[in-house]
């Protein structure tokens, strides 16, 4: 597990020492096939590396106007994902967002096993060797940008095609 979790973005530009401070902190979780991983709205603690296994995001799809209205649970598949072809890190919203809540729910497809790794040690890390903590934060935001860009790329399609079928 140690020598497969430096081949994340999380830890480009880090050393192996460097690695170490990391890897020490990290829990191995398995889920079982069908079971939920992460649950959209719920409070974030940890960044999560699928180290093997393959995984279904989705997202609910109605906006929550009323806290108390838990009837509407349709949900949006946005993509399924496998450790052999993607380095799949899950957490970093919630990482970097002030409420740390997970915009997205992510369930296990086949068994799975998930590397944690709490918030709370990420930020001792980065506190006590500035070094390390600028490289993992450029490698984050680095992570956060390319998947907004991505999220972009898809509301255009999205609003393109609306487009289309107006102008029809």
Not at 68 to 96: P, V, W, Y
């Amino acid at each position: 597990m140690k020598k497969y979790i430096n081949t994340f973005k999380f830890f480009d530009g880090l050393s192996e020492n460097d690695i170490k401070l990391f890897t020490k902190h990290i829990k191995i979780e398995n889920y079982k096939k069908d079971e939920i991983i992460i649950s959209e709205g719920d409070y974030g603690e940890s960044l999560l590396f699928v180290l093997d296994g393959e995984i279904m995001i989705t997202q609910a799809l109605t906006l929550a106007t009323n806290k108390f209205d838990k009837n509407d649970t349709r949900e949006k598949q946005l993509t399924n994902l496998n450790s052999k072809d993607h380095k799949i890190m899950l957490g970093e919203i919630a990482l970097c967002s002030p409420d740390k809540k997970r915009n997205a729910t992510v369930k296990a497809i086949v068994d799975c096993e998930i590397a944690k790794l709490e918030f709370d040690q990420i930020f001792k890390i980065c506190n006590s060797d500035n070094s390390v903590g600028y490289k993992v934060m450029k490698n984050l935001s680095e992570i956060v940008t390319e998947n907004l860009i991505n999220s972009n790329h898809k509301v255009l399609k999205l609003t393109t095609a609306f487009s289309l079928l107006i102008d029809n």
